[in-house]
């Protein structure tokens, strides 16, 4: 097979391309990482499973990495056994600073805790674990997190149906923060010797939705014995953020018992529970959220009208708005966005059209964010995955990572190196996919696993390091100029 791919070139030099191809393979990849540089303005860090991934390697490892998650049902949090779980007991940052949980009554002892809703006589609306689907309050599955189906702030509020709402009152009780339940160790980094919750400055964080605007109180719960601190909040109309005191947890033995939030402002108050933050301000380290549900598409996150393509389990378009995902982002502060995108997507040529629109949208609402694009596994394509179209996605993510326009764009190629380490799909799915598509709890450690060793392999790498798999695509007049005059730069 041929090193280099040459596409849209007028004029070609043979006797150049035949050096290219004769040359040892390491000077051939110099070759290539210097003409890119020429082209793209910059040096553009590759090794064999990443590209331009130094970027946001060493904050991911021990800085202020704040990741939210684009994804689909892979990534979903309320889902037992997926990456977010994952993610948990396989990724070693140095500290876990932070981390959002699924809005489900179930899944506790992936998630650590459960947020509950809908509880109180005197409150109605859509239970947080029964969707967020305005259309179906029944449908369950891979619930859609933290945007959810637009417009998902009013269609699923809760709402009090009473005047007489005091905080306390369990008729009025509209939402229930449940502490760690399980497997608090997965919230321990490599150099915390205790998890958030036990940490010296502990912090409940809430972003609330109000169409109405009102009053709530809250109970905050620190652990057992069960100290409680009382705190009142005057909601405005539209998104807002309350946060608990600062509680020092540290001597702190049990962690039972539960944060709740009352309605206290009158018949008609309505409020959405969109994220919730469990962190420990004491440390610098790795946050975690969520946007997205099961069945998206990259188009999912990139529209936001009903030309959205339709979720299977709904019958309809799920999408949302610009005012919903920043309210997520500047929740989070969020600085990475990792985006695990593609296997509902039935051809390359969707991702495609889709991924600079999911870029600039994001780009839009937030600066100075970087984006990591990651190469899905083969899996589903109504159960039959076709590698020639996994692979076209990791060809695309490859030459958009670090290109001109693309410079805050990195690649972890999950992909190859599943295939390098495990072997086709064939292998591997029965012990790490629970039905073909979805990662059992297994699947989703060895994958969260191989990830974070890219990342590690990233990080210890020098800028501009040459490295990745021929072939390589030259695309162009001036990136085939650039080849060829970087020829001579190696001896």
């Not at 990724?91 to 509950?116: D, T």
Request: hydrophobic share 35%; glycine share 12%.
């Amino acid at each position: 097979m041929p090193r280099f791919n040459y596409i849209n070139v007028t004029s070609r030099d043979a006797s150049a391309e035949a050096i290219l191809e004769d040359m040892a393979e390491l000077r051939a990849k110099k070759i290539a990482l210097w003409s890119e540089n020429m082209t793209s303005g910059g040096a553009v860090q590759e090794t064999t499973y990443s590209k331009n991934l130094d970027i946001v390697a060493g904050d991911l490892i021990s800085g202020n990495a704040n990741i939210m998650v684009l994804g689909d049902s892979i990534n979903n949090p309320s889902q037992a056994g997926y990456m977010r779980s994952g993610y948990m007991n396989s990724w070693e940052p140095n500290y876990w600073r932070g981390l959002c949980p699924a809005l489900s009554n179930g899944n506790s002892g992936q998630n650590g805790m459960q947020i509950s809703g809908a509880l109180g006589a005197n409150v109605t609306g859509v239970s947080t674990g029964n969707g967020p689907d305005p259309g179906n309050p029944a449908f369950a599955g891979t619930s859609l997190i933290g945007v959810g189906v637009s417009p998902q702030e009013t269609n699923t509020a809760l709402v009090t149906t009473d005047a007489t709402g005091t905080i306390g009152n369990g008729n009025f009780e509209g939402f229930r923060l449940n502490n760690i339940e399980s497997g608090i160790d997965a919230y321990n980094g490599t150099q915390q010797t205790s998890s958030i919750l036990e940490g010296t400055q502990f912090q409940y964080r809430c972003l609330l939705f109000s169409p109405t605007g009102g009053d709530i109180g809250v109970y905050w719960r620190r652990g057992s014995p069960n100290a409680t601190t009382q705190s009142n909040y005057t909601l405005s109309v539209g998104y807002n953020v309350i946060e608990s005191p600062i509680f020092d947890n540290s001597n702190y033995a049990s962690y039972s018992g539960a944060s709740q939030i009352y309605f206290t402002g009158g018949a008609g108050e309505q409020i959405s529970l969109l994220n919730v933050e469990y962190v420990d301000l004491a440390t610098t380290g790795m946050r975690m959220s969520y946007m997205g549900g099961g069945g998206f598409q990259v188009a999912n996150h990139v529209l936001q009208d009903n030309s959205a393509p339709i979720v299977s389990g709904t019958g309809r378009p799920a999408w949302y708005g610009d005012a919903s995902a920043q309210a997520n982002l500047n929740f989070l502060d969020a600085n990475i966005v990792w985006i695990h995108l593609g296997n509902n997507n039935a051809n390359e040529a969707d991702v495609e059209a889709y991924i600079p629109g999911l870029i600039n949208r994001f780009r839009s609402l937030k600066s100075d964010m970087k984006f990591v694009l990651v190469s899905p596994y083969d899996g589903d394509l109504a159960r039959n995955p076709d590698p020639a179209r996994f692979q076209a996605q990791v060809d695309y993510y490859k030459d958009l990572a670090g290109s001109s326009g693309y410079t805050d764009v990195g690649f972890l190629d999950m992909r190859t190196k599943i295939i390098d380490d495990l072997g086709p799909y064939a292998n591997w799915q029965a012990t790490n996919l629970v039905d073909g598509l979805h990662p059992s709890q297994a699947g989703a450690n060895t994958f969260a696993s191989i990830e974070w060793d890219i990342i590690e392999e990233s990080n210890s790498a020098p800028a501009g390091s040459p490295g990745g798999s021929f072939p390589i695509t030259i695309d162009g007049d001036q990136e085939y100029s650039a080849l060829l005059a970087c020829i001579k730069r190696v001896k």
